[in-house]
């Protein structure tokens, strides 16, 4: 079984991150490829940067299906492109956000986001809302610190998002963490032995997931909403990245 994990981001080093923890949990013969789109931001954090990764992380969509992938994960917390990308591909494509709140929906009565910059948290509650985990969802919290400092050992990031899933758990009445960023992947372990709760890391949540999809040998539906795109002209570089 071959899966494609695509971070939407051009940023390798944190692309390379997501590969290793993904490879840490899945069964003997599945091979996880982890790839950066050619051309994007160097992170996502709002509404216009997860537009301008959008042609990248399709591209790599399109590449996989000629090379034959079984599966795909979208390893950044908005889920960018998930729909479109699901009208591509023949097997099951699941983002980082849906597969980690319907984990966390499972080992609780309730969870909390903990995520990066405050202006994502909208995005979040919206992401919830439409996957219908609105329910479960008891808070979405920032600590404010950029993506990319993230991978900076001088950021302070650990310390600062585990404090925040500890009030989490304290104030909003929550059971399960879910982190909010796939650049957090790496800290899922310890923050979760630390705080003595349930951390569920939308990378790998994602990537077991597509793993039992397939090996149950399911496909993404091509009967209605995510049937293959109408043949259509496109113009300028859509017409390209259509071509590719």
Same mark, same amino acid.
């Given at each position: 079984?071959?899966?494609?994990?695509?971070?939407?981001?051009?940023?390798?080093?944190?692309?390379?991150?997501?590969?290793?923890?993904?490879?840490?949990?899945?069964?003997?013969?599945?091979?996880?490829?982890?790839?950066?789109?050619?051309?994007?931001?160097?992170?996502?954090?709002?509404?216009?940067?997860?537009?301008?990764?959008?042609?990248?992380?399709?591209?790599?969509?399109?590449?996989?299906?000629?090379?034959?992938?079984?599966?795909?994960?979208?390893?950044?917390?908005?889920?960018?492109?998930?729909?479109? !990308?699901?009208?591509?591909?023949?097997?099951? &494509? $699941? =983002?980082? %956000?849906?597969? *980690?709140?319907?984990?966390? /929906?499972?080992?609780?009565?309730?969870?909390?986001?903990?995520?990066?910059?405050?202006?994502?948290?909208?995005?979040?509650?919206?992401?919830?809302?439409?996957?219908?985990?609105?329910?479960?969802?008891?808070?979405?919290?920032?600590?404010?610190?950029?993506?990319?400092?993230?991978?900076?050992?001088?950021?302070?990031?650990?310390?600062?998002?585990?404090?925040?899933?500890?009030?989490?758990? !304290?104030?909003?009445?929550?059971?399960?963490? &879910? $982190? =909010?960023? %796939?650049?957090? *992947?790496?800290?899922?372990? /310890?923050?979760?032995?630390?705080?003595?709760?349930?951390?569920?890391?939308?990378?790998?949540?994602?990537?077991?997931?597509?793993?039992?999809?397939?090996?149950?040998?399911?496909?993404?539906?091509?009967?209605?909403?995510?049937?293959?795109?109408?043949?259509?002209?496109?113009?300028?570089?859509?017409?390209?990245?259509?071509?590719?």
């Amino acid at each position: 079984m071959r899966i494609k994990l695509i971070n939407p981001n051009t940023t390798v080093s944190m692309t390379e991150a997501m590969g290793r923890c993904a490879r840490r949990v899945v069964a003997p013969g599945t091979e996880v490829d982890a790839v950066s789109p050619a051309t994007g931001p160097a992170s996502i954090e709002g509404y216009y940067d997860e537009a301008m990764a959008l042609p990248g992380l399709l591209a790599e969509i399109k590449r996989g299906e000629n090379a034959g992938y079984d599966g795909y994960v979208i390893a950044c917390f908005g889920d960018p492109g998930l729909y479109a !990308a699901r009208e591509l591909a023949r097997g099951p &494509v $699941l =983002g980082i %956000a849906e597969a *980690a709140m319907h984990a966390a /929906s499972m080992l609780g009565t309730g969870f909390s986001v903990v995520t990066t910059l405050a202006r994502t948290c909208g995005m979040a509650w919206h992401l919830a809302e439409n996957y219908g985990m609105k329910r479960f969802c008891r808070n979405v919290r920032a600590v404010d610190i950029p993506v990319l400092e993230l991978e900076n050992p001088l950021s302070d990031a650990r310390r600062l998002i585990t404090d925040e899933c500890r009030r989490a758990l !304290a104030e909003d009445g929550s059971e399960v963490i &879910v $982190l =909010g960023c %796939a650049g957090m *992947a790496e800290l899922c372990e /310890s923050i979760g032995r630390e705080i003595g709760a349930p951390v569920v890391e939308g990378v790998v949540a994602a990537v077991k997931q597509v793993e039992a999809l397939v090996a149950m040998g399911l496909r993404t539906s091509k009967r209605g909403d995510f049937a293959y795109p109408l043949p259509k002209v496109y113009a300028g570089q859509a017409n390209q990245l259509n071509a590719a």
